[in-house]
C-alpha cells in the first residue's frame, strides 16, 4: 500500500546543530509540504514543493530550508537548530487530478531543541 | 491575507449527541476544502471533503456543509462517540496551476465526548 513516512519520529538535538527531518512518500505525489504544530497554533506551513527541483517558502521558513531531488522525498534541514523550533512536524503529499485531492499525512516528528 | 480559523476552540459534547464544528475562511480562490482529524500523537487524517461547487456532502455518520456566500464550513458528526474526542482541523485547498495546490489550515476545535 502507499504512504507517507516520517523519520526519525523523536529527536533531541542541541542548539546551533545541524538536523535533517526525513519525509518519503510512495503515493508519486506531486505536492509535498513540511508543516510545524506548536500549540494555539495549529499547523503552520514551512515550505512546499509541486515537484522535482521545485521549492517554495512557506509562512514560517526562516532557520529552515528544503530540498526536491525526486518525487519521493523532501527532506527538511534545520541549517542551526534554535529552542524556538522545538515542535512537533508533519510532512503531507498531495495530488490534484479531475477535479479532486488527495492529501496524506505522516505520523510526525517530535524535535526538542536543548 | 488568507486565512483559515475556526470559532470554538473547544466543544464538549455528550456521547449519543450530534456534534457541529463551525470553520470560516477567507480567500474566495479556495477550490476544495476538508476535514481532518487528529488523535493524540498522530497525524492529521481525512475525513471528508467538498468541492467548492457543492454545499453539502455526507458520508459515514459526518456530514460537511458549504456556504460560499458566508465563507463558512461546517463539519456535523452524528450521534457522537466517545471515539470521535480528537482535535479536528478544516483545511482550504487552494489550486495554484495544473495539479499544484496548497493546504492551509485553521487553529484546530478540540471535541470532548462526556458519558
Known amino acids: 500500500d502507499a504512504e507517507i513516512t516520517q523519520s526519525p519520529r523523536h529527536k533531541i538535538t542541541e542548539t546551533g546543530r545541524q538536523v535533517t527531518l526525513a519525509c518519503h512518500q510512495t503515493?508519486?505525489?506531486?505536492?509535498m509540504f513540511w508543516y510545524r504544530q506548536d500549540l494555539g497554533h495549529g499547523l503552520r506551513l514551512i515550505h512546499y514543493?509541486?515537484?522535482?527541483?521545485?521549492?517554495n517558502k512557506g509562512e514560517v521558513s526562516d532557520g529552515y530550508s528544503v530540498s526536491r531531488s525526486n518525487t519521493e522525498d523532501l527532506p527538511l534541514t534545520l541549517e542551526s537548530a534554535a529552542s524556538s523550533q522545538t515542535s512537533v512536524y508533519f510532512c503531507a503529499s498531495s495530488e490534484s487530478r479531475d477535479g479532486n485531492t488527495e492529501a496524506f499525512f505522516g505520523q510526525g516528528t517530535r524535535l526538542t531543541v536543548v | 491575507g488568507e486565512s483559515v480559523g475556526l470559532h470554538l476552540p473547544t466543544l464538549s459534547v455528550q456521547e449519543g449527541d450530534n456534534s457541529i464544528i463551525n470553520c470560516a475562511y477567507s480567500n474566495s480562490a479556495s477550490d476544495y476544502f476538508i476535514w481532518y482529524k487528529q488523535e493524540s500523537g498522530k497525524g492529521p487524517q481525512f475525513i471528508i471533503d467538498?468541492?467548492?461547487?457543492?454545499d453539502k456532502r455526507q458520508g459515514q455518520r459526518v456530514t460537511v456543509l458549504l456556504n460560499k456566500t458566508v465563507k463558512h464550513l461546517s463539519l456535523q458528526i452524528a450521534a457522537t462517540q466517545p471515539g470521535d474526542s480528537a482535535v479536528y482541523f478544516c483545511a482550504e485547498n487552494i489550486r495554484v496551476t495544473g495539479t499544484a495546490s496548497k493546504l492551509t489550515f485553521g487553529t484546530g476545535t478540540r471535541l470532548q465526548v462526556t458519558l
Open positions: 503515493w508519486n505525489h506531486n505536492n
Open positions: 467538498i468541492r467548492s461547487n457543492m
Open positions: 514543493s509541486y515537484g522535482v527541483q521545485d521549492t
